[in-house]
């Protein structure tokens, strides 16, 4: 029997760089590896992955595993499998940790089937079983209305994180490892997808996951046009974003990539203002990171209350031009 | 030229019910009898996903479904809105299982059904939110598979798929027969028709057991888990807002930015 050995992250790259998700994993991964005594490993493929390679050590990884080939330059499944299930059969690690990220979530279950073992996915906190050496992983279940404890004994055992629910280590450039040139082989004949093209519908002006105040809308705002006027001008005023939970998604009234959410995006700004959204956990599970959450909301049994700091009970077409205006004033003064 | 589509259905507790209601008793999430079970929003989308493809190509939808004690009026949804078949897997052996022993059960079902050229499924349950059993049935039957899928169009024995990515989409073709899994943005499940009602009315679904999938009971339900659940629990929340109030609503908004201000949040 194979010896399983070593915690193992799948990197990502942003841009070119070392995603942030990473360096998340990797600062959870350095605990995990140095309570077990074993070692961190990180796998960074793409069609450039040298500079991101000594970050990836800056950030705790012992060895990073740099995968170049033109077919990575963007992510496939049928390319990216097989880098995955070759290392993942070659460095055999003990656990094998991806982001909850558009790649993670389309990678690990297929790699997880693959290697004929479970993945738990969205993990919001992972331990060490001292007794059996297993990961222990909590995860939301029931839209976020519960959270279930996993482990399994099929190796290696596979995890997905949720971004921005672990710390990285500070970066540290003296810190000492090794980068492997992995070379792969990857047989294009055997990728069955084909990428068209690659559309950005990203709105002008700061990002969502960037932006330290977001002014988020639900379906009590009742349509598309106070997304565009009332909610924009309180987050002009406070140099934010506007968001929104599903049914505005759904319902087409602003595009999917303002959606917040279990499905759509997790944010942690400082200041999150929550219009007319009920609270329901779907949609807190993808901003409950915030630091201070507003509610605005005419029904006062809101669930949303129960996560808000400070709220106000009323319509928000009443309550909302007062704050904005009485926030002028104070700004200005 | 017509497209063999099969759409994987879950049965699931209302998600949309208030989170007050979601109880964890003896490790098990209890609801109260009102919370009525429905069809997963994603597989909802899923099925609209078909039903768009049928418009306009035409083909068959065998709607597809695992779990034990089916309300039939739920399931059969499915057959409201379009699908011609409902085939169920029900049984006990069924029951408990995680994305491992579904895929399992899901796959080998596909396999009797024979004929296929779209597999939909949802993004993710609306009870365990793994979103893992369409990827596992495309490793299972060794086909290809695209997720977050918001537009399809069949052509050629191709589909061209909008695929959401994090600040925008991609269009990806894929050879058939794949494993499409289907997220928002590809609207909402149509209603039904009373024609349509009618005609389920009169349908039976197709019902399955182990055996007639030929697959042992070991690998299926509880006993074909991969992953083991320890413990289901809920944290406690603390709530401490602090509600602004005013005579008016407008009033509570104007101190509401005072207060803000005065905690330096703003």
Redesign the interface.
């Given at each position: 029997m194979a010896e399983y050995k070593g915690v193992l992250v799948y990197g990502e790259l942003a841009e070119g760089k070392l995603a942030s998700v990473t360096t998340e994993l990797l600062g959870c991964g350095r605990k995990l590896a140095d309570e077990l005594k074993e070692g961190l490993y990180c796998l960074l493929a793409g069609d450039r992955v040298g500079e991101a390679s000594k970050e990836a050590i800056a950030f705790g990884a012992d060895k990073v595993y740099a995968v170049e080939h033109p077919a990575l330059k963007e992510y496939q499944a049928d390319s990216y499998m097989q880098v995955a299930e070759k290392l993942a059969k070659d460095v055999s690690p003990r656990m094998i940790l991806m982001g909850q990220t558009s790649m993670g979530r389309d990678l690990a279950p297929r790699l997880a089937f693959r290697l004929g073992t479970s993945v738990t996915t969205d993990c919001l906190n992972l331990s060490i079983d001292p007794a059996t050496r297993l990961l222990v992983q909590t995860r939301p279940v029931y839209g976020g209305n519960a959270q279930a404890v996993f482990t399994g004994e099929s190796m290696p055992q596979m995890v997905t994180v949720r971004a921005k629910t672990m710390s990285p280590l500070e970066r540290d450039a003296s810190r000492k490892g090794e980068v492997i040139p992995t070379k792969i082989d990857i047989d294009t004949s055997k990728v069955r997808t084909k990428i068209v093209e690659t559309v950005k519908e990203e709105a002008v002006g700061i990002k969502l996951e960037d932006a330290p105040v977001i002014v988020s809308g639900g379906r009590g705002m009742g349509g598309p046009q106070p997304f565009q006027t009332i909610l924009k001008e309180l987050a002009d005023l406070l140099h934010g974003a506007v968001g929104a939970s599903r049914p505005p998604a759904d319902n087409g009234w602003v595009p999917e990539h303002l959606h917040i959410g279990l499905t759509g995006k997790i944010v942690a700004p400082d200041i999150y203002i929550a219009v007319a959204i009920s609270g329901a956990s779907q949609h807190t599970a993808g901003c409950s990171g915030s630091k201070h959450i507003i509610a605005i909301n005419k029904d006062p049994e809101a669930n949303i209350f129960r996560e808000a700091q400070f709220g106000v009970v009323g319509k928000y077409e009443e309550v909302l031009p007062a704050f904005t205006n009485k926030l002028k004033e104070l700004l200005a003064a | 030229m017509p497209v063999n589509m099969i759409v994987c259905c879950k049965q699931v507790?209302d998600?949309?019910a208030?989170?007050?209601v979601?109880k964890?008793v003896n490790n098990k999430?209890t609801l109260p009898p009102e919370v009525k079970p429905v069809i997963g929003q994603y597989e909802e989308f899923a099925l609209e996903a078909a039903l768009k493809i049928k418009d306009t190509a035409g083909g068959k939808i065998t709607a597809l479904s695992l779990g034990n004690n089916f309300v039939r009026d739920v399931i059969k949804k499915s057959l409201a809105v379009g699908a011609d078949e409902l085939i169920l897997l029900e049984d006990k052996a069924f029951e408990d299982g995680?994305?491992?022993s579904t895929?399992v059960a899901l796959a080998a079902a596909i396999k009797k059904i024979g004929a296929y050229d779209v597999i939909f499924c949802g993004?993710?349950s609306?009870?365990?939110?793994?979103?893992?059993v369409g990827?596992?049935i495309?490793?299972?039957l060794g086909i290809?598979?695209?997720?977050?899928a918001?537009k399809v169009e069949v052509s050629n024995g191709k589909a061209?798929v909008e695929r959401?990515?994090?600040?925008?989409?991609?269009?990806?073709?894929?050879?058939l027969p794949?494993v499409i899994v289907v997220?928002?943005?590809i609207g909402?499940l149509r209603y039904a028709t009373l024609k349509g009602i009618m005609a389920a009315a009169k349908k039976q679904p197709v019902v399955w057991k182990p055996a007639d999938i030929g697959t042992d009971a070991s690998k299926l339900g509880a006993a074909g888990?991969?992953?083991?659940?320890?413990?289901?629990?809920?944290?406690v929340?603390e709530?401490?807002?602090?509600?602004?109030?005013g005579d008016?609503?407008?009033?509570?908004?104007?101190k509401?930015?005072?207060?803000?201000?005065e905690?330096k949040?703003?």
């Open positions: - | 507790p998600p949309e208030p989170p007050a979601f964890v999430m995680d994305s491992w895929a993004r993710q609306s009870d365990w939110d793994a979103g893992q990827l596992g495309a490793e299972t290809p598979a695209v997720t977050l918001r061209k959401v990515i994090p600040d925008g989409y991609q269009v990806i073709e894929v050879t794949a997220t928002s943005g909402a888990r991969r992953s083991r659940l320890d413990r289901l629990f809920q944290p929340k709530s401490k807002c602090e509600i602004v109030g008016t609503a407008a009033e509570s908004g104007a509401l930015a005072v207060r803000l201000r905690a949040l703003l």
